[in-house]
């Protein structure tokens, strides 16, 4: 069973770079044909997918989000980490970890991050 935690912080002003880390517990974030992502729920609206990187390190971004987003991975510490840069009001959300590996998938609890000056 694949367990996924969030962390990173709360509260993040406006311009800044964010940074959540996922740590993943149950298996490693190299085996075989896992995906892992990052996607987001801003308050009232729907489910938002910003990247992934493949169990070969291999990374694919949203296209809108692309020139802002960053997603790497520490196979030593089983971490995968979101970098967002020159953040907006409107990147406040919830910012869940997700893994998907054929028809499973996995998710972790997500993280607010609240995005005010």
């Known amino acids: 069973q694949v367990q996924l935690q969030e962390s990173g912080p709360g509260l993040v002003k406006p311009s800044q770079t964010l940074s959540l880390s996922c740590t993943v517990s149950g298996d490693s974030i190299t085996s075989d044909y896992y995906y892992w992502s990052w996607i987001r729920q801003p308050p009232g609206k729907g489910l938002e997918w910003l990247g992934h990187?493949?169990?070969?390190?291999?990374?694919y971004y949203s296209p809108s989000l692309k020139s802002r987003t960053s997603i790497s991975r520490d196979t030593l510490k089983n971490t995968v980490t979101l970098q967002m840069t020159t953040l907006k009001p409107e990147d406040t959300a919830v910012y869940y970890c997700?893994?998907?590996?054929?028809?499973?998938?996995?998710w972790g609890q997500g993280t607010q991050v609240t995005v005010s000056s």
């Open positions: 997700n893994a998907q590996w054929g028809a499973w998938e996995y």
């Open positions: 990187i493949a169990w070969s390190g291999t990374t």
